[in-house]
């Protein structure tokens, strides 16, 4: 298949390769020029703008860092809109609250354009081992249309239902990751401040009720002390921001979701946003007395 991407930074850089590997047509656009390089060394096509990207192919797919991006690169003067074809489908595969999913999927519609929204999670792990969890809102005949493109960058694809669906559960992800990052880093940090070997606790949690991925991978993250970003605290920020406006919108109280959400405010506020979220241990450990390094 013929297909357009936006958007090459950690997470859409691999993803673009391994639409390439699956034998797609590929053809790119980036802000910044240089990232589109290692895309067209590897056989993409490179374009001058997004309008030109959708004028190349009848599917585009974006992966950039909030709404006002996707609003830039979709319904901007050189944005997909402006060079699609009736018929084009857009897909978005970044993160931005279920609201601004639909608007912008509507303002695409009434230009021609087919919008599904389709976040993933996996990080930058899942990103290169095509292994995302892609979820994803709109309609279900352009989801079929464009599900082979998905099932090149991931290994679970699931329809969850209209326009903004896929991002009312890339929110539900980014609660349960984000409470359970800050679950995790709060009780090896405990464990640890009570003279305890972290390492074993985490062992013995592994084999009862508490076993989680989170403290399978994160928890192991956490003990080496490996606070490379896959996802930084900074995004994770951004998507507990997210949560916590919808949550104002419908009027639910969400308190894990909220004391969460500040934490990774101070992570950012005191110069861990760079690094991966599973450096929340480090913010603890400043906390609670340590030096957190």
């Not at 190349?56 to 319904?75: G, K």
């Not at 239902?161 to 679950?183: F, H, R, S, Y």
Request: aromatic share 4%.
């Amino acid at each position: 298949m013929e297909v357009g991407f936006i958007g090459l930074g950690l997470m859409g850089r691999p993803m673009a390769l391994n639409l390439i590997k699956a034998g797609h047509s590929v053809h790119v656009w980036s802000r910044r020029r240089e990232s589109m390089q290692p895309l067209v060394d590897a056989g993409a096509g490179d374009c001058a703008s997004a309008a030109e990207l959708a004028a190349r192919a009848p599917i585009t797919i974006s992966m950039v860092a909030d709404a006002p991006d996707v609003e830039q690169v979709t319904l901007g003067p050189d944005g997909v809109a402006a060079g699609a074809r009736d018929g084009h489908i857009h897909v978005d595969m970044s993160t931005i609250a279920p609201a601004a999913a639909q608007r912008i999927g509507e303002g695409l519609l009434a230009r021609g354009v087919v919008a599904l929204d389709a976040p993933v999670s996996g990080g930058e792990v899942g990103a290169i081992a095509a292994s995302l969890t892609i979820m994803v809102g709109g309609d279900s005949a352009a989801f079929e249309q464009v599900k082979p493109l998905l099932e090149a960058m991931g290994k679970s694809v699931t329809r969850i239902g209209d326009a903004g669906a896929g991002q009312v559960a890339k929110a539900c992800n980014q609660i349960l990751t984000g409470v359970g990052v800050a679950a995790v880093a709060e009780a090896l940090n405990f464990a640890t401040r009570s003279g305890v070997d972290a390492a074993k606790v985490r062992e013995a949690l592994l084999g009862g009720f508490a076993y989680s991925r989170i403290l399978e991978n994160h928890g192991q993250r956490m003990l080496d002390r490996n606070f490379r970003p896959g996802f930084k605290a900074w995004m994770h920020q951004k998507d507990m921001r997210i949560v916590m406006e919808e949550a104002h919108r419908l009027g639910l109280a969400l308190p894990s979701s909220a004391a969460t959400a500040q934490m990774f405010n101070a992570m950012v506020g005191s110069g861990l946003g760079e690094d991966d979220s599973v450096a929340m241990l480090k913010l603890l450990e400043r906390m609670s007395g340590g030096d957190g390094e």
